[in-house]
């Protein structure tokens, strides 16, 4: 599947030939914000959904723009074949010609976007799914992690020492309380009760995070959003992570140490059966 064509300020085009300013502040201090939308059969999956939480992030950093949004983003996943692609949409503040902190009202915003595939992973079974080993560390990042900005040097660096640790992913704490992982949201299970932690400035509230909340609500399995400490950790039976390009994945260690007996749990089993039968359904439109 072609997915060589970007978008960029109005034009569709190979991404090689894609150019932005040296200047631009997006580039040289992360002055931007960007969103992750799923596209199923070439329709946007709770696009509104995701188009909210992007006005939300641009009021946030008062960036202005007037952009049709869904006409622009549709267009492109069009040129790029349609079907089940991922879609990043970054827009920066744009460029003054010289590097400057201040900014003027009057910059034109650089818009950028691009797209990526998404593999129907229902026919795998939970069975072939690799658990993650996890760190727990602290939370570098700053106090607006609610608004989905490009400055991620914090997450990069934290996810770098967990690999440099032979783990995966690295779970975030903050004031003593677990917040999410560094691209990815926290669920932990005990006595089969899903907990995940509160929404708040201090966690990105993923769609995909929401997505296993409604599952959970439709198919009888309870769940809490509470505040959790990393000492919940080492009695949870079950512990997972969920992000829109990684699905819902189950922790199988934390800190060198099993949870519960080092296996994937039986409520992850079932979550996981859930999320990637909708999504079956989504991309290909059969009931599975």
């Known amino acids: 599947m072609n997915t060589e064509i970007v ?29 992750v939308i799923p596209y199923y059969q070439g329709v946007g999956f709770r696009l509104q959904q995701h188009l909210d939480r992007l006005a939300y992030s641009l009021r946030a950093v008062r960036i202005e723009t007037d952009h049709d949004w869904a006409a622009i983003l549709d267009e492109l996943v069009s040129q790029n074949g349609g079907g089940n692609l991922s879609v990043y949409l ?16 009057r910059m034109q915003p650089t818009v950028f976007a691009c797209c990526s595939a998404i593999r129907d992973i229902y026919a795998d079974g ?6 993650y080993k996890v760190i727990v560390t602290a939370d570098l990042r700053w106090h607006r992690c609610d608004i989905k900005s490009t400055g991620l040097l914090p997450n990069i660096l934290v ?18 309380l677990l917040s999410e992982g560094t691209s990815c949201n ?27 909340l409604e599952l959970a609500a439709e198919n009888g399995i309870p769940y809490q959003e509470v505040d959790l400490r990393p000492e ?8 997972w992570i969920s992000s829109s390009t990684r699905g819902v994945v189950p922790v199988l260690e934390i800190d060198g140490c099993p949870v519960a007996d080092g296996a994937k749990g039986p409520l992850w089993q079932r979550m996981f059966t859930l999320f990637t039968r909708f999504q079956h359904r989504l991309m290909t439109g059969e009931r599975a």
């Open 7 to 35: 978008y960029l300020n109005g034009e569709y085009l190979q991404a090689d030939q894609a150019r932005i300013s040296v200047f631009d502040r997006g580039f040289l201090f992360a002055d931007s914000v960007y969103e």
């Open 90 to 105: 970054q827009i920066s503040r744009g460029s003054a010609g010289y590097r400057t902190h201040a900014y003027d009202d």
């Open 126 to 131: 939970p069975e072939h799914v690799q658990g």
């Open 159 to 176: 996810l770098q020492q967990a690999r440099e640790a032979g783990a995966d992913e690295a779970l975030l704490v903050r004031d003593g």
């Open 186 to 212: 926290l669920f932990l299970v005990r006595q089969g009760v899903i907990y995940t932690p509160k929404r708040s400035s201090e966690i990105l509230g993923g769609t995909t995070r929401e997505l296993i």
């Open 232 to 239: 919940d950790l080492a009695s949870a039976d079950e512990v």
